[in-house]
C-alpha cells in the first residue's frame, strides 16, 4: 500500500511540476512577442537581421497608383530597411538620429519627410564621417535640418533612434548601403520605457555636449 501511495505522489509531483513550468512558459513568451505586436502592458519588442536579400520597390509602397512596372526587379515585400523608413516616417513630434554615419539616401529621405511635415528633427554623426563619399549629411543640412557631430579623437558609435520620446530603434547597423544588403547586422525597436528614456537622456546629454557654441577656440 505504501508503495502505490508513495507512486502516486511522485506522479502527482511530476504533473504539478509540468504544470508549472508551462505556465512560466506562457509568461515569457506572452510577455516577449517575437513579431512586433503589443502584449497586455502595451509594449512591443520587433527584431530585425539583415541583410536585406532584395532592395525594395519604392512605387510599390508609397505611390498612389503602385508599381506599374511590368516583371519590376525590385521586390514588393517588406525588407527590414522598408521598417526602418516606415518607422521614421512615422515620427509625429520628434525625431533624434544618432549614428556614426549616414550615407543611405533611402533613410537620409525619410528624415528629411519627417521634418517637411513639421517634426522636430535633431541628428547627430560622427565628425569624421561628415563628408566621407555618398554622406547625407550636407543634403540634410541643405534642407534644414539640425546636425551636429562630437569633438573628438574617438568616435561617435552610437547607432540608435529616439522617436516622439517613446520609440527606440538601436542595434549594430550603421546607416549604409553595405550594412543594409551586405553585412549581418540587427536592429531592436521597442516602445519599453526602461530603454526609451535612458536612450532620450544619452541623446540629449550628446546634443547639449557637443552645441558648437562651446567648442569654438
Not at 552610437?158 to 536592429?187: M, P
Request: glycine share 6%; proline share 2%.
Amino acid at each position: 500500500m505504501t508503495y502505490w501511495i508513495r507512486c502516486v505522489g511522485i506522479l502527482l509531483s511530476l504533473g504539478l511540476a509540468s504544470e508549472i513550468t508551462y505556465y512560466f512558459y506562457k509568461k515569457l513568451k506572452h510577455n516577449y512577442p517575437r513579431d512586433g505586436t503589443k502584449n497586455t502592458s502595451g509594449i512591443f519588442n520587433e527584431i530585425l537581421f539583415f541583410p536585406d536579400k532584395l532592395v525594395a520597390c519604392k512605387a510599390y509602397f508609397e505611390a498612389k497608383t503602385g508599381c506599374q512596372v511590368a516583371n519590376c526587379s525590385y521586390t514588393h515585400e517588406e525588407t527590414g530597411l522598408r521598417r526602418l523608413v516606415d518607422y521614421i516616417r512615422g515620427a509625429k513630434q520628434t525625431l533624434d538620429v544618432c549614428v556614426f554615419c549616414i550615407c543611405c539616401h533611402e533613410l537620409a529621405d525619410a528624415v528629411v519627410e519627417a521634418y517637411e511635415k513639421g517634426v522636430v528633427v535633431r541628428v547627430m554623426v560622427d565628425n569624421e564621417q561628415l563628408e566621407i563619399s555618398g554622406s547625407q549629411v550636407g543634403k540634410l543640412r541643405r534642407k534644414g535640418i539640425q546636425v551636429r557631430h562630437d569633438y573628438s579623437s574617438f568616435l561617435l558609435h552610437h547607432k540608435f533612434v529616439v522617436i516622439d520620446n517613446q520609440i527606440l530603434i538601436t542595434g549594430s547597423l550603421n546607416w549604409t548601403r553595405s550594412a543594409i544588403t551586405g553585412n549581418h547586422e540587427n536592429i531592436i525597436i521597442t516602445n519599453n520605457p526602461e530603454l526609451c528614456v535612458p536612450f532620450q537622456a544619452e541623446f540629449d546629454k550628446l546634443w547639449d555636449l557637443y552645441e558648437p557654441s562651446k567648442h569654438l577656440k
